[in-house]
Every structure is written in C-alpha cells, then in structure tokens.
C-alpha cells in the first residue's frame, strides 16, 4: 500500500540552530499537510501543500512540496524553545479522503 | 467555537473488560476518524466515517474493535475484551468533509487507555 516515509526519527539542535524533517512517498500525492504535537498534546494543523514546487512561509517556518508532489520538506529557522515537538506529515493518496500519515520527527532542544 | 470533545479523558481497566471510547465531532463535520498513538509512535489509523457510515474499517485492528456513528455526530469506539496491547491514546478527529482534497483534521485531546 501507500506510505509516506518521514526522517529523521529525533533530531536534537541547540536553540537558535536550524531544524528540517522530511517526507517521501511511494507514489503521487494529491496534497499534503503538516501537523505538530506538543509533548503530551494532539496534533495540531499546521499548512496543507496542493500544487507541485509549492513553497509557503509561516513566520520561522518554510514548508515545500516537490516538483513530483512525491516529497516534502518543513524547516525550521532559528529554532525556539517553543517549536518543541513532533512534526508530522500526512498525504492524501489514491483514495482522496484517507491521509497517509508520516511516522513524525521529534525536536529535541538540548539544554 | 467547540473543539472535538472526547471522554473519558483517562481510563484504566482490567484486561478482558469492554470499554467504549466517546467522540463529539465539531459541529457540522461530516467526517470523523479515530486513530491510536501509542507512546512516542506515530498516529494508527483505525476507522473513518462520512457521515454515518464507515467506507473504511481496514484499520480496525481485531474483531474485537467496532465503532458506530450516529445522527452523524457522535461516534463511539467499542473495544471488547481489552488486551494488555490495547493500551494507548486513542485520537479523535473530524474534518469538514472528505474525499474533497482533504480538509484539515482537528483532533480531540484523546482517551489514554490503560489495560492492567
């Protein structure tokens, strides 16, 4: 079946360092999304992605969708104590109303 | 406005009990889906409604899950003769509409099972 492969598990920064996740899926996506889950919190919508090469900015955050609408990328400037998470990413396949949901990555803050 | 509402918030049973887990959609949300996280995992999908029925129920681990939807609003997990494997959070969340390039999930705050 459909999979969105999402990495890295964990990534630690220090605050201020730069933070990206990644996904790929095995095949087309019509769209995707990111979502965060605070540490003991539900996921939470951050942006859908719908057009191949997309790039959208919220504040500190850059997500992109690629040209084959097979991956997708969030990064993080100048990360904040508050950008602690997981991020995940979900895709919406061939069935159109099922998302394919990533497997997230963890951001760690050092102290 | 109201969020997706879900109870019992925290629910600790014997194994081999039946619980049922309780969804309050946002208003006016035709589609609703339940998920299980298990600790530090990523989101299982278990079931999706449109309205009242289920088009997908492959996520549903066991015959021992089922779930209903009713009035297409409420929706209420049943899982009989809980297994120690059970335990985990069990996600609600509904969106405006399905199979319409998707419109974004909202989640509820879960139940935490835990099976002894």
């Known amino acids: 079946g459909q999979q969105v492969m999402q990495i890295p598990q964990y990534q630690h920064v220090q605050e201020g360092e730069d933070f990206t996740t990644y996904c790929n899926s095995s095949?087309?996506?019509?769209?995707i999304q990111w979502y965060k889950q605070r540490p003991g919190g539900h996921p939470v919508f951050l942006i859908q992605?719908?057009?191949s090469g997309e790039v959208k900015k919220q504040k500190r955050l850059t997500f992109q969708f690629g040209e084959a609408k097979k991956n997708s990328s969030l990064h993080i400037t100048a990360t904040q104590t508050t950008d602690v998470g997981t991020y995940f990413c979900?895709?919406?396949?061939?069935?159109?109303?099922?998302?394919?949901w990533g497997a997230g990555t963890k951001l760690i803050i050092k102290p | 406005g109201a969020g997706v509402s879900q109870s019992p918030s925290n629910k600790v049973t014997e194994k081999g009990k039946d619980v049922e887990l309780r969804c309050d959609p946002i208003?006016?949300?035709?589609?609703l889906y339940w998920y299980r996280q298990s600790l530090g995992q990523g989101l299982e999908f278990l079931i999706y409604f449109q309205g009242n029925s289920a088009p997908d129920k492959s996520g549903l681990p066991s015959d021992r899950f089922s779930a209903e939807r009713t009035g297409g609003s409420v929706s209420t997990l049943t899982i009989q003769r809980t297994q120690q494997e059970d335990s985990a959070v069990y996600l609600c969340a509904s969106s405006l509409e399905a199979g319409m390039g998707n419109q974004p999930q909202h989640f509820g705050d879960g139940t935490r099972l835990s099976i002894l």
């Open positions: 208003s006016g949300h035709t589609a």
């Open positions: 979900a895709g919406t396949g061939d069935s159109n109303y099922q998302l394919i």
């Open positions: 992605l719908v057009k």
């Open positions: 095949t087309t996506l019509s769209n």
